[in-house]
């Protein structure tokens, strides 16, 4: 059984779309992350959340808005993308705030 | 805010040599976790070591160890006996205790094993 899944892998848009990335993770963890890797492979953290709360919102636009209707799931909603958000965004979820973080396999968006 | 610096973008080396790996960070905090992670192609980052600042002992896991100098900031990863399963890219990563920034990943090391 995967541990952190994300869905789709791979999600091909226009500029201007709503789009939105599930995460789940059947780990029991208590916190859940999002991450952007950008093209040159760098990894920055988006959001996080601890027990459904919001705990980390790094700068980041406001279309970017994520959601987290229990424990397990943290989704990833982005309003009207642009060129800009081309990326592999990773969702990852860790026992506590301090525990190793195990990653999802990453949704890879492309925006023509 | 804290900062790592991996200063190898990339590196090959022949199949069974020894690696080593650097990273380099900056913070003002006394007590974190570092970390590296590995990502090879199928694009899964996968965790490879882990170190608690306030330990003194190098943590090792099989053929990966770290060299973790507090003082000078430093946090080297060791691979011995590389196989070709080791091609990958490596991020070195911060965590502040407590976790409340989540990890601040380095640039990464595209290492290269050649058979």
């Known amino acids: 059984d995967t541990a952190v899944s994300q869905t789709p892998k791979y999600l091909v848009t226009q500029m201007g779309n709503d789009k939105s990335i599930k995460c789940e993770q059947n780990l029991g963890h208590d916190t859940m992350y999002w991450y952007k890797q950008d093209s040159k492979k760098f990894l920055k953290i988006m959001f996080s959340?601890?027990?459904?709360?919001?705990?980390i919102n790094e700068t980041v636009p406001n279309r970017f808005s994520p959601k987290s209707p229990d424990k397990a799931h943290l989704n990833l909603h982005i309003n009207s993308l642009e060129l800009g958000d081309s990326a592999v965004y990773f969702c990852?979820?860790?026992?506590?705030?301090?525990?190793?973080?195990?990653f999802g396999d990453g949704t890879r968006l492309s925006i023509l | 805010a804290q900062t790592v610096t991996q200063s190898q973008p990339e590196m090959s080396v022949q199949e069974a040599e020894t690696v080593t790996l650097s990273c380099t960070y900056d913070?003002?905090?006394?007590?974190?976790?570092l970390f590296w992670y590995k990502q090879p192609p199928s694009r899964q980052m996968i965790l490879v070591i882990r170190q608690e600042a306030y330990k003194q002992q190098n943590a090792t896991e099989n053929r990966f160890s770290v060299n973790f100098q507090k003082a000078a900031k430093s946090f080297s990863l060791k691979i011995s006996d590389s196989q070709l399963g080791d091609t990958a890219m490596y991020f070195c990563?911060?965590?502040?205790?407590?976790?409340?920034?989540?990890?601040?990943f380095g640039k990464g090391t595209h290492l290269i094993i050649q058979p």
């Open positions: 959340y601890n027990n459904k709360e919001l705990i």
């Open positions: 990563a911060f965590m502040k205790y407590g976790g409340a920034d989540g990890l601040t």
């Open positions: 913070t003002s905090e006394n007590n974190y976790y």
């Open positions: 990852a979820s860790s026992r506590d705030r301090v525990s190793p973080q195990h």
